[in-house]
Nanobody
Framework: VQLQASGGGLVQAGGSLRLSCAVS????????MGWFRQAPGKERKFVAA????????PYGDSVKGRFTISRDSAKNTVFLQMNSLQPEDTAAYYC?????????????WGQGTQVTVSS
C-alpha cells in the first residue's frame, strides 16, 4: 500500500485548504483511512478518520466542526477539507491506512504535507 499526500500550503487564519491522499495497492472502500498531524517539537495527534464503510468518521476534539474527511472511491483518494484554519493548526499532516478497520493499527503512512497558518 502506498499513500501520496498533497495539498498543503500557506494560508491566512480563517482560510481553507483541502488535503488529498492518493492511495494505491488497496481500494479506499476496503480499508480505514486516517489523517494525523505533528507540529514541531510535539507528538503526532489524531485529526480524523473514515471507516471502510464510510459510515463512521471520528474527529479530534480540536478540529470538530471545522474539518471534514471524505473519500472518492473512483479516484481512490481520501480528502481532508479544512475550514476556519487557525495558527494552532500549523503542522505536517500525514495520511495513514489501517487495513483491518478500527481493530487494527495504522501501518502505512504517506510522506506528509505541510500546512502553515499565519495570523
Amino acid at each position: 500500500v502506498q499513500l501520496q499526500a498533497s495539498g498543503g500550503g500557506l494560508v491566512q487564519a480563517g482560510g481553507s485548504l483541502r488535503l488529498s491522499c492518493a492511495v494505491s495497492g488497496r481500494t479506499v472502500s476496503s480499508i480505514a483511512m486516517g489523517w494525523f498531524r505533528q507540529a514541531p517539537g510535539k507528538e503526532r495527534k489524531f485529526v480524523a478518520a473514515i471507516h471502510w464503510s464510510g459510515g463512521h468518521t471520528p474527529y479530534g476534539d480540536s478540529v470538530k466542526g471545522r474539518f471534514t474527511i471524505s473519500r472518492d472511491s473512483a479516484k481512490n483518494t481520501v480528502f481532508l477539507q479544512m475550514n476556519s484554519l487557525q495558527p494552532e493548526d500549523t503542522a505536517a499532516y500525514y495520511c495513514a491506512a489501517n487495513l483491518f478497520g478500527w481493530s487494527g493499527s495504522y501501518d502505512y503512512w504517506g510522506q506528509g504535507t505541510q500546512v502553515t497558518v499565519s495570523s
